[in-house]
């Protein structure tokens, strides 16, 4: 008869992890480490990666501010020739002086008509 699964133990599953655990970590000390010249290369590409970023930025930050300066401009237009508008639309209110002059037109007439 064949024998059947026997479940592993708590230490049995403990062990298997240690010995995992250690199998990493050689891996890992066994990795090529990089040379100075490859991490001052690794850098200087980040630094101009992140230069170009903030470049990027700020023309976005530029694109943008000129878009708002140009719908600004663009209202204030619109509200200039709304107000022109509205003040051509409104009926021309007469001075003091200038109904003092048309009443005095008026009298001379009526007297002219009369002599």
Known sequence: MAKGFKTPSFSD?????????RALIQQHKAAPKRTQAELDAANERRLRREADAAASREQARAAKEALARAADEAA????TAAADLAKAAQPK??????????RDARYAARKARSR
């Not at 209110?93 to 048309?102: D, G, I, R, S």
């Open 13 to 21: 599953r403990a062990n298997a992890s240690v010995a995992a655990k």
């Open 76 to 79: 204030a237009a619109q509200a």
């Open 93 to 102: 209110v007469p001075t003091q002086a200038e109904l003092k002059a048309a």
